[in-house]
């Protein structure tokens, strides 16, 4: 039988789709040249994305959830991220060698739709399979909000797409990360990041600390050692 969908939808999904309107937003600016704000909004997408969570928690999901997190999450953080990668590649001139301007974003959307598709097939619930699209769409910002600080960007940006390309759709696990040592000081540099205090230098900082997540797995920071 087929219901109302203004009634299915809870409070999470508002802010789901607020989220996917964040992610289209973020398209038109980058369309339109404005790049910096462009990326601004992926990293208010990614505070949507956490609260929706949150609220879901508290007040309870609906049907529409799931998959309208995966909708919103492959506008914001896999459309909204390559096109701005592809706008950055083409301007800088290494476009010329390979096509790089369209590969490497064209891969860095094609892996994170793959892993949300896996998600949704067989999600973890107690940590992740590959970093989310999440991740990769909030790294991709950071680099380029950060990209006049970093030397042979370019190139460092090509492997970065690369690496998250390959992490996303590995097997590699990841916990999640609850430790307010650590979410505080990366909340800090975020809203930093947003308002434009340093914002160059709040980008690369946050980055650092979300690379270091990245490398967890190597490290065994973050796990569980009582298990």
Known sequence: MS??????????DIITLISALLGFSSIILTGSGQYESALILILIAVIADGADGAVARYSGSGVL??????LADVISFGVAPAIAAFAFLENSGIDE???????????????????????????????????????????????????????????????????????????????KIKSPVMLAPAGILLVMAIAGSYREVSSLLLLVIVFVYILSPVTGRFYDRSK
């Open 97 to 175: 060698l390979v096509f790089p301007g369209l590969i490497f974003p064209g891969l860095f959307l094609v892996c994170g739709i793959l892993r949300l598709a896996r998600f949704n097939v067989t999600g973890k619930k107690d940590g992740f399979e590959g970093i989310p699209i999440t991740a990769g769409g909030f790294i991709v910002a950071l680099f380029l909000l950060a990209k006049n600080i970093i030397p042979d960007v370019e190139y460092v940006f090509v492997l970065l797409l690369l690496v998250l390309s390959f992490l996303m759709v590995s097997t590699i696990s990841y916990p």
């Open 3 to 12: 219901e109302n969908i203004l009634r299915m939808i809870k409070p999470a």
């Open 65 to 70: 959830g799931e998959n309208l997190d995966s």
